[in-house]
């Protein structure tokens, strides 16, 4: 695919080579994990832990401050009324003080070579063409070891999210870290709905897929990260509150991914049927539902998806 370069700009300066970064929402019966997994790294410690609670009413906080009080690394805490894990995610990036930003779920844990090997295959990559690199990507396992979902198709694998779905077909979670100056210019969208209501769930794939637009990730086949079943409840929450999101991730599907259709078709005629179910959802009409869609291919897919969509939405109020 065609890759508009980056532009070559001054690095920022950090103060260490990881911010581990978790958003965290009463979740204090799980994030020893995290904290845990950090104390064991294998004598790696050019790191700190941040963590945004957003908004937990549990202990989260007396606990952080028991963690801070031992711990071989730096921890920096800051809560913030619930507004969602993506707003969390941004105020995380604006306080790092990392030069690589990697996200850590506040239910999950790593093996203890994960930060040393992550810098492995960081260096690895030629420093001549490291700026066109914002990422890389991780295989996670289950509490089994087993490989969640399938490998990257080469060993390492040089590309970005679009292709490694589309083209490539690779499924199931996997865990990586992306540079923080690329993460300042691509800040998740704080936005409200029609109503003036906070929207609280941003899929990431909308920041993801806008940045693979203009760098690579180097994806490799080695397991640093376990994920454990009933994974982060943070972004979880019913139907309704999910819908304006859900509509969003699968429009911009539409307007910006057709370059992959004759990869993976079925995608995206489910992307258009959802497209029109959570519109529903939300109260858009037919004619806001088109208008928002801005090529001629993702309006005859949400013409074809238009029937199912509405089938699926008479079904979903009926629960």
Known sequence: MDRTQPVRETPLKHQYTFTVFTATYNRAHTLSRVFESLQKQDNYHDFEWLIVD??????????????????????????????????????????????????????????????SRFKFHWNAIPEAQRQDFTSVTCLCMDEQEKIVGSRFPFDPTDSDCLEIFYKYKVRGDKWGFHRREVLLKYPFPEITDHHGRRITHIPENIVWKSISRKYKTRFVNEPLRTYF???????????????????????????????????????????????????????????????????????????????????????????
């Open 54 to 115: 957003d908004g937990s009413t549990d202990n989260t906080g007396d606990l952080v401050k028991q963690w801070q009080q031992k711990s071989m690394f730096p921890i920096r805490y800051f809560y913030q009324e619930n507004r969602g894990k993506h707003t969390a995610f941004n105020r995380g990036v604006r306080e790092a003080k990392g030069e690589l930003f990697l996200n850590f779920d506040s239910d999950d844990s790593c093996v203890p070579q994960a930060l």
């Open 229 to 319: 079943s009933g994974s982060d409840q943070i972004t979880k929450s019913p139907l309704g509150k999910n819908a304006f999101g859900c509509a969003l991730e699968n429009n911009t599907i539409l307007n910006t991914d057709l370059d992959y259709f004759w990869f993976a078709p079925k995608k995206f005629l489910y992307s258009a049927i959802h497209y029109s179910r959570f519109s529903f959802h939300i109260g858009r009409s037919l004619k806001e539902q088109i208008e928002k869609l801005n090529t001629i291919g993702s309006r005859i897919l949400w013409l074809f998806g238009l029937p199912i969509g509405y089938l699926v939405y008479l079904k979903d109020r009926t629960r």
